[in-house]
């Protein structure tokens, strides 16, 4: 009985805040409120809380859910086994056997460009001076830039 009534003043305070959530012109907000504030209610209304109630103090009913508890464990572990060793015995050896048929041995290495140490670099030229911000061949590199495309 005070389950019901504590589930029924819930949604009432629940529906009061959706209308002032409405008031405020912000109607998805209440929409959403008003939803929520009617599960209370709608579990009270189809006898989950009631159902709820007498299971809590049921001991029959929690040595249930121990069993329904370890049967999703017992479930759960032999999938994890299953996904990392890779099924049955017989079907591990079948793909091991494929694995050792399609085995290519490993390409000899080319002889080609790879193989040949790289040429050094050519000696750089002296670094040239800076030349003072007035003349025109700073820019030089911009406009080559330009020109080539087309501006």
Same mark, same amino acid.
């Given at each position: 009985m005070i389950a019901e009534?504590?589930? =029924?003043? /819930? =949604?009432?305070?629940?529906?009061? $805040? @959706?209308?002032?959530?409405?008031y405020r012109k912000?109607? &998805?907000s209440a929409a959403r409120i008003? @939803?929520?504030?009617?599960?209370p209610i709608g579990l009270v209304m189809t006898g989950v809380v009631g159902w709820l109630a007498d299971t809590a103090f049921s *001991?029959?009913? #929690?040595?249930?859910?121990? /069993? +329904?508890?370890?049967? #999703? +464990? &017992?479930?759960? $572990?032999t999938r994890a086994v299953e996904r990392r060793g890779g099924g049955t015995r017989k079907e591990r050896k079948a793909a091991k056997a494929a694995a050792e048929r399609d085995a290519v041995a490993p390409a000899a290495p080319s002889l080609g460009q790879a193989s040949r140490p790289a040429a050094r *670099?050519?000696?750089? *030229?002296?670094?040239? *001076?800076?030349?003072?911000?007035? =003349?025109?061949?700073?820019? =030089?590199? $911009?406009?080559?830039? &330009? !020109? !080539?495309?087309?501006i």
């Open positions: 009534t504590v589930c =029924s003043a /819930v =949604s009432v305070a629940g529906l009061g $805040i @959706a209308a002032v959530t409405a912000r109607f &998805l008003a @939803a929520y504030s009617l599960v *001991p029959t009913a #929690w040595a249930g859910f121990v /069993v +329904l508890g370890g049967a #999703w +464990l &017992l479930f759960m $572990i *670099p050519a000696d750089r *030229p002296a670094a040239q *001076p800076r030349r003072s911000e007035g =003349s025109g061949d700073d820019f =030089s590199d $911009i406009e080559a830039i &330009l !020109k !080539k495309h087309g």
